[in-house]
């Protein structure tokens, strides 16, 4: 059987490895329209939650990334200058080029024939293939060719965000607010390496536009925002790559395949880098791809039939935890008038899905920290 995969994202190169691993007679050829060892953003974060799916079902990728990550196990809000530390919420950090080049050497290793540089125009470059995957992002080809048949639904949040990186090694994964004479500011940042560390700027739509920040130059951007977190960077600059400010798509798609044709990772649905979980959604599509193609055999309709109904409901439920964080970054200016610790507990009930007895049991010193300051105890 030949597939094509177009994108060589995390989802795209998985599951090519894994698909390779079980029917090793099987051509499977990616094709990736960036240059080999290009990638835009820094690092990627993954919660401990999400890295034992990994763990349980791919042991041996995950030995692997474990030994590449930077780790700690909580979280900060970091409010009018208050550090505000959330206990029992381990994390772990890897670099998106390191991340792709352990795919890619994995993927080569096992007989995968990866073609960089190379874009796709018309799914008709593609006729000789069984069976097609989307893994090309958020902009996906196979998806806009197909669009009738996906019928996709595309929101795009008010809020804007610039992806940029420091060589600034943060302690944890923080939360950062800050305010100026223009507006309202957060940065989402950990270090994703020994020296580097990732750092997203958003700000509301109001600010964005007070500040002109889309009026200037990527040098000028970058300027400002040093300026804004100067606290936090503390002299150490921020780098750009394609650092752009954008809108987050919130994309979802009513079907999933349509003939040989199916969708996995950003190209099916995106999820606010607030939860951080689009890489590990990608990982899970590729294992659950790779599993139908395991019950299924060659049976194309049948294997993409049971992918999608074996996933939907998994990622409905969460992009559904992924939406609400999304809407309350919405309102974060509002939420800043809040004192650090009303802050911090309203951003980790977000979603609805966490209660206080939730919190107890993962959080137990944040959660005596918020009881105390509710019984004026502080």
Not at 135 to 159: C, H, M, T, Y
């Amino acid at each position: 059987m030949r597939v094509a995969v177009i994108g060589a994202g995390p989802a795209g190169l998985l599951f090519s490895l894994l698909a390779k691993r079980r029917y090793p007679s099987w051509r499977i050829e990616v094709a990736e329209q960036n240059p080999e060892g290009a990638t835009y953003g820094f690092g990627v974060v993954f919660s401990e939650g999400a890295l034992a799916f990994l763990e349980r079902d791919e042991p041996q990728l995950s030995n692997i990334l474990q030994a590449a990550m930077e780790r700690w196990p909580i979280q900060r809000i970091v409010h009018r200058d208050e550090r505000v530390d959330i206990d029992g919420n381990g994390f772990s950090a890897i670099g998106r080029l390191a991340l792709q080049e352990i795919l890619r050497n994995l993927c080569r290793d096992a007989g995968v024939k990866i073609e960089y540089g190379r874009a796709v125009t018309a799914l008709g470059e593609l006729a000789a293939a069984d069976v097609v995957i989307g893994a090309d992002g958020s902009n996906s080809l196979v998806r806009a060719a197909l669009q009738a048949a996906f019928e996709p639904k595309i929101e795009l949040l008010s809020n804007r965000f610039a992806w940029y990186g420091t060589t600034q090694p943060f302690d944890c994964l923080t939360l950062t607010f800050r305010s100026n004479e223009d507006g309202a500011y957060v940065a989402h940042h950990y270090r994703h390496a020994p020296d580097m560390s990732t750092f997203v700027v958003e700000c509301d739509e109001a600010t964005w536009k007070k500040a002109a920040l889309g009026r200037m130059n990527d040098a000028q951007s970058r300027a400002y925002c040093e300026r804004v977190f100067a606290r936090d960077l503390d002299g150490h600059p921020l780098v750009s790559n394609k650092s752009l400010w954008r809108q987050f798509p919130l994309l979802s798609n009513r079907r999933w395949s349509s003939g040989k044709f199916v969708l996995i990772g950003d190209a099916l649905r995106t999820v606010h880098f607030s939860i951080g979980s689009g890489t590990r959604l990608a990982f899970e599509d590729a294992i659950a791809l790779d599993r139908a193609f395991g019950e299924a055999g060659e049976d194309v309709p049948r294997a993409l039939a049971a992918f999608e109904r074996e996933r939907r409901p998994i990622v409905e439920k969460l992009l559904a935890a992924a939406n609400a964080s999304s809407y309350w970054y919405e309102r974060f200016p509002e939420k800043m008038r809040e004192a650090p610790w009303r802050l911090a507990y309203d951003y980790m009930t977000r979603s609805g899905r966490m209660t206080d007895d939730r919190l107890r049991e993962q959080a137990p010193k944040f959660m005596r920290r918020v009881e105390a300051e509710r019984e004026g105890r502080s």
